[in-house]
């Protein structure tokens, strides 16, 4: 990997797979899923398992295929769990993915030297009162479960929100 294609990194977005509590799938399942919908493979770039473990998807110098529009300069990292009964959304996530989840994110700072923003997928949903603000109402998706800014703020990320 060069440093130019880590240098091109400005964001890490969080998602989670829409899956229940129950449910210990991996890269390799997602990657199956994402090839029924016709894509190259997994979109992400990691995939934290229900235990904390963390898998490879894509290269981090391959092109996400996580948020359509906004795949250039990002990498995608996916949560597995994030909705309960019913498919309604829930933070369901393990205390070992949030451990994995937060040493995944501290090791993109020090490996992206450009990044500037971390953010759940969510968050680009469109501000439809042109308010600046993107709030429940009008996310398109209620991945990644949970508020990424809050969870930056408790884990001192603060800089990157």
């Not at 440093?3 to 997602?30: F, K, M, N, P, W």
């Not at 934290?48 to 996400?64: A, L, P, S, Y």
């Not at 909705?83 to 490996?111: C, K, M, Y």
Request: glycine content about 12%; charged content about 20%; aromatic content about 8%.
């Amino acid at each position: 990997m060069t440093y130019q294609a880590l240098a091109e990194i400005h964001t890490v977005v969080i998602h989670c797979a829409a899956t229940r509590s129950s449910a210990d799938i991996g890269a390799a399942e997602i990657d199956q899923w994402h090839k029924a919908r016709g894509w190259s493979g997994i979109g992400y770039h990691r995939v934290i398992r229900r235990n904390g473990g963390v898998e490879n998807g894509r290269m981090f110098t391959q092109r996400g295929a996580h948020v359509a529009g906004n795949n250039t300069n990002t990498i995608g990292i996916c949560m597995v769990g994030g909705v309960g009964d019913h498919d309604i959304v829930e933070d369901n996530f393990t205390p070992l993915q949030w451990i994995s989840l937060e040493q995944e994110l501290r090791n993109a700072i020090t490996l992206f030297p450009n990044l500037k923003k971390i953010c759940g997928h969510r968050d680009y949903s469109p501000d439809l009162n042109g308010d600046g603000l993107i709030t429940p109402n009008e996310w398109t998706k209620g991945c990644p479960s949970f508020e990424v800014s809050q969870y930056l703020h408790q884990i001192g990320l603060d800089n990157y929100v």
